[in-house]
């Protein structure tokens, strides 16, 4: 697969490329991407997938947290990054709420898969939601899911804390797991758990783990597109490394433009516009003729 270039060069992951790196050993890619501009800066260095990730309620709208991300919301943004990046697997996550009944998962899915042209979707959760992710996966959607510190109810674990510290804890992520496994999903997702616990866990299944803060022992990793490159500044989590600082070159671009318009500098003749001096002076001919009128 082509890692960089043309759109024409790649071919898209598939399902089974992604159960088959549990085996292969090939790690995984996962970035998740707010908008169309991200999801070509993905396509183009080589992400495997390309997740919309609810979290985009925060970097994109300015929420405290994903709480507020709707499905029109997440609807309207797969659909940019669908079309940012044409060739890469693209997998929605479904916000808050969207998946508490049966009826309400299949109908929230659909619309990922339809209207957004989203090639798989992610809820949270494990046993408890063991019997929505088989009615996903019984339905023909492709499902993940996301266990570990699941933002969605990050309430009940006291804010955002590590999950899977004593061996009670841990065990029940295991549970959570293998009821994800049994469900049929193709790929789960750990958040915020002790890089020991996590490896352990993930050499007990058979589908491949991505981590979030779940160290190296995972098979394949996720951080946040603008966490990385250093354009979301509001906190950086401690599992995020930051590959770049965009805010800070964007920062120090707009203060060069604005001494630029102060200074009457910019714009100069290579970023403006010229006119036939014939067809001027006729105009300023005309123009003086109209103040005699």
């Known amino acids: 697969m082509a890692q960089a270039g043309a759109n ?17 050993g090939e790690k995984m890619v996962y970035m998740s991407v707010p908008d169309y501009t991200a999801a070509k800066w993905a396509e183009t260095a080589g992400v495997d997938v390309a997740v919309v990730g609810d979290s985009l309620a925060m970097i994109a709208h300015g929420h405290p947290n994903t709480i507020p991300a709707t499905m029109d919301m997440m609807v309207m943004h797969a659909a940019a ?10 997998l929605g996550c479904m916000p808050y709420q969207s998946y508490n009944t049966v009826e309400r998962a299949l109908t929230n899915a659909t619309r990922f898969m339809q209207d957004a042209g989203s090639d798989a979707v ?8 063991a019997h929505i992710l088989k009615a996903l996966v019984d339905a023909g959607i492709p499902t993940a899911s996301h266990i570990g510190l699941t933002p969605h109810t990050v309430a009940m674990f006291g804010g955002f804390r590590i999950q899977g510290k004593t061996a009670a804890t841990a065990m029940k992520i295991l549970e959570d797991a ?8 193709f790929m789960l997702e750990f958040e915020a758990v002790p890089a020991k616990i996590a490896a352990v866990i993930s050499k007990q299944l058979e589908i491949p783990t991505i981590g979030i803060g779940a160290g190296v022992g995972t098979d ?19 599992f995020t490394k930051r590959y770049a600082n965009l805010t800070e070159v964007a920062v120090s671009g707009i203060k060069a433009y604005i001494a630029d318009v102060k200074g ?3 714009p100069d003749d290579d970023h403006s516009y010229g006119v036939d001096e014939k067809e001027y002076e006729k105009f300023l001919n ?6 005699h009128q």
């Open 8 to 24: 024409a060069e790649r071919k898209k992951r598939t399902i089974q490329e992604i159960r088959d790196s549990k085996t292969s």
């Open 264 to 266: 009457g500098t910019f």
């Open 220 to 238: 394949g990793q996720i951080l946040l597109c603008h966490d990385l490159l250093g354009v979301f500044t509001d906190f950086k989590p401690k």
């Open 122 to 129: 992610k809820p949270q959760g494990g046993k408890s939601q």
């Open 81 to 90: 990054i669908r079309r940012g990046a044409p060739a890469t697997f693209v």
């Open 178 to 185: 293998l009821a994800i496994q049994d469900a049929g999903c």
């Open 286 to 291: 005309l123009v003086e003729k109209r103040k």
